[in-house]
């Protein structure tokens, strides 16, 4: 099946610093790639949508200019979380969308970042 | 998408059945029932999936009620591996639009 990365798995940061998430397509281009937070012992929730070559969508409640997602290949899609918190301490997953698969969505492995 | 209802917490023996269900009463004709997991600290992983009709693969079963408002995920034999947070996710195939998880059933399957 289709394998997505991310990079780094494991990030840790001191407040105010930005950090960049990678998160790629191995074996397939993917037009669509979705970006999920994830905080302990919670479900996964919804960041934006972000589609190669347009700018991402946001869901309400997340800050665009916090949050900056750049999709600039057909395989890599990063995001940005500029001026770190200590709140912004979570787990991101990234996915990418196969389209006509039977299997709607491809996770990355997730990256838990720690704001100190 | 049509909302769904999990347990919160289920246990299992391991190697006995381990017998999911959710409820998703409002399901339209044309949504499918997805399952995914979630092991701790990873990214979900895709189960399964079906419309109507009983589906089986390599890693379960899926059965849904003939009126389509419930269904089961069946791992067959559970291992201590299968321990996970397991989601239902009813959805329009290839609708392009993100998962959106609930809060699943956490399965633990002890010794």
């Known amino acids: 099946g289709a394998v997505v990365s991310q990079h780094p798995s494991r990030v840790i940061c001191k407040s105010g610093t930005s950090v960049k998430i990678e998160c790629r397509s191995l074996d397939f281009q993917a037009t669509t790639m979705f970006w999920y937070r994830q905080f302990p012992k919670k479900s996964l929730m919804l960041m934006a949508t972000?589609?190669?070559?347009?700018?991402?969508?946001?869901e309400q409640g997340v800050e665009k200019d916090k949050f900056l997602i750049n999709h600039a290949s057909l395989t890599l899609s990063t995001l940005t979380v500029t001026s770190a918190h200590p709140e912004d301490s979570s787990f991101y997953i990234c996915s990418a969308r196969v389209p006509g698969s039977p299997n709607e969505q491809f996770f990355g492995p997730g990256t838990r970042l720690t704001v100190l | 998408d049509a909302k769904t209802t999990q347990p919160p917490s289920m246990d299992c023996a391991e190697g006995r059945a381990a017998n999911l269900p959710c409820n998703h009463s409002t399901i339209s004709g044309n949504e499918y029932v997805y399952w995914y997991r979630q092991i701790h600290s990873q990214g979900p992983q895709y189960i399964i999936h079906?419309?109507?009709n009983n589906e089986t693969n390599e890693m379960a079963s899926l059965i849904i009620t003939e009126d389509r408002k419930s269904s089961t995920l069946i791992l067959p034999h559970a291992t201590l591996r299968d321990t996970a947070v397991y989601y239902c996710?009813?959805?329009?195939?290839?609708?392009?639009?993100?998962?959106?998880f609930g809060k699943g059933t956490s399965l633990l399957v002890t010794p």
């Open positions: 079906g419309l109507k």
């Open positions: 972000s589609n190669e070559g347009s700018k991402a969508t946001y």
């Open positions: 996710i009813v959805r329009v195939v290839d609708s392009g639009y993100a998962l959106n």
